[in-house]
């Protein structure tokens, strides 16, 4: 079906938008609620100008349609894909576009089987444990920060091995300013933001001159003693692709560019929304607690166990449906296309695929404000339509570390819960900020008290 044809073609309607701007101060305005306010006003498809001509799709077919059915109509968008984006994010996976992104992940995946993060587990639960050894009975904490550190702090481990030091915290600070510097980079207005303001730009070389020289250093020792190892350095410099060759250093750090900062941060995001809405329902965390005295006793939870914790895994799913830390994915549209609602879309257009409001949608989610991981069971999940919920994304861009990053989650929450109540300190204003994940806007304190 060409666009062309007027006889087929549906329009999509949206808000009307100001002269040359477009819907661009109501968008930078309140991200969220303004695209919350126009699927709930305007339906599968909404049209709209942010820069570009963008379409907000909330039809969970035309979502698949995207990601899964006709995916090679649409690639990431250019704040990745372009020069600009890969001089920030390296050429890696994130990055990558059609054959040389298929090529990639199907080197890279069996370092992300269940079978093989198992081998992380321990290294997981020993980071809570430190973590938690420096937390003091009944003081605050930003629980925000708290969980964002231990995640950072754990896929560092991951990386190198728990072998790796890093006592001044010199790498972890480094992460933190390039991530900081990237989300400046990729959500500022102004130009030539890469280079503004400049003693931001030298604190990220700096920054990248750290990290680049622990990554060298790191591989090298491999290559000079490359006995097994089972860190996630090792794996992914024996990964061989199909004519037997392997990743160069440079790809092998730029994909450590990705794990540095998509790797801890939704982990850490999805850990802060979970304590906050398990410290706001009562009657969920007593059964919480209750599946965690009956499947641990106590004891350190393992990756055997995760199948046990099955409210666990509901109260992580449902969390993520509220606050998902991923909470948009951008494409772009290569060619002319009609989504299976009806829509034509031009080529060039951009697309929303907004979590935050597919993830709230009344039509699929009733009293979609309402924290109840109940609809997670498996007759639930059954019941609705594939793409009303998406964390982590679907088809041939799908996350790769999805299952690293639910067993830190379910590990961690086991974990912490069974040490420390976690209570919400009262007067707080707790207003999700969306930049690269969605956070909470001014951090969550929270008081901690350790169990009996």
């Known amino acids: 079906m060409s ?11 949206g808000p009307r938008g100001y002269p040359i701007l477009g819907h661009i101060p109501d968008f930078l305005r309140d ?40 995916s090679d109509n649409f690639d990431k968008g250019p704040r990745l894909t372009s020069p600009q984006g890969k001089r920030l994010s390296g050429e890696g996976l994130l990055t990558s576009l059609g054959a040389a992104h298929l090529r990639q992940r199907k080197m ?28 003091e009975n009944g003081t605050q904490i930003n629980v925000g920060q708290e969980m964002m550190e231990l995640a950072q702090g754990n896929i560092i481990k991951t990386v190198f091995g728990r072998h790796f030091d890093d006592p001044s915290g010199e790498l972890a600070r480094a992460i933190t300013t390039r991530k900081k510097y990237v989300e400046h980079v ?47 350095l090792s794996l992914l410099m024996h990964a061989k692709y199909e004519d037997g060759t392997g990743m160069t250093d440079k790809q092998i750090r730029d994909e450590f560019l990705t794990l540095f900062s998509a790797g801890y941060e939704t982990i850490g995001e999805a850990l802060t929304w979970t304590w906050f809405l398990l410290s706001q329902h009562p009657e969920v965390e007593a059964r919480f607690l ?46 002319d296309a009609v989504l299976p609602s009806g829509f034509t879309i031009p080529a060039g257009s951009k697309l929303y695929l907004c979590q935050y409001v597919m993830h709230r949608n009344a039509r699929y989610w ?64 707790i207003v999700p900020e969306p930049h690269m994940t969605l956070r909470p806007k001014n951090g969550i304190m929270m008081r901690i008290q350790q169990r009996d």
């Open 290 to 335: 209750g599946e965690l005295r009956e499947v641990l006793g106590g004891r350190v939870p393992g990756v055997d166990d995760l199948s046990k914790l099955r409210y666990t895994g509901m109260i992580l799913a449902e969390s993520m449906r509220l606050y998902p830390p991923t909470w948009i994915f951008i494409r772009m549209a290569r060619q």
């Open 186 to 232: 990729q959500f500022s207005l102004l130009p030539f933001s890469e280079y503004l303001p400049p003693k931001f730009r030298r604190e990220y070389q700096q920054a990248m001159k750290r990290i680049d020289e622990t990554i060298t250093h790191e591989i090298d020792m491999r290559r000079a003693a490359p006995e097994s190892s089972d860190d996630m």
């Open 108 to 135: 890279m995946q069996p370092v992300f089987y269940r079978t093989s993060i198992k081998a992380f587990a321990e290294t997981i639960t020993c980071g809570v444990e430190q973590r938690l050894s420096q937390w």
């Open 366 to 429: 009733p009293n979609p404000e309402r924290f109840d991981p109940e609809r997670f069971t498996e007759p639930a999940k059954k019941a609705r339509p594939q793409f009303v919920y998406f964390p982590f994304g679907g088809g041939i861009r799908v996350c790769i570390g999805e299952a690293f990053a639910k067993m830190e989650c379910l590990l961690a929450l086991a974990f912490i819960a069974q040490r420390f109540t976690l209570t919400l300190v009262p007067g707080q204003v």
């Open 31 to 70: 991200r969220l609620g303004f695209l919350s306010r126009c699927g709930a006003q305007y339906g599968d498809v909404v049209k709209l100008k942010i820069v570009e001509l963008t379409f907000l799709l909330n039809n969970p077919e035309d979502i698949k349609y995207v990601l899964v059915t006709n």
């Open 3 to 13: 666009i062309s044809d007027d006889k087929l073609r549906k329009e999509p309607s």
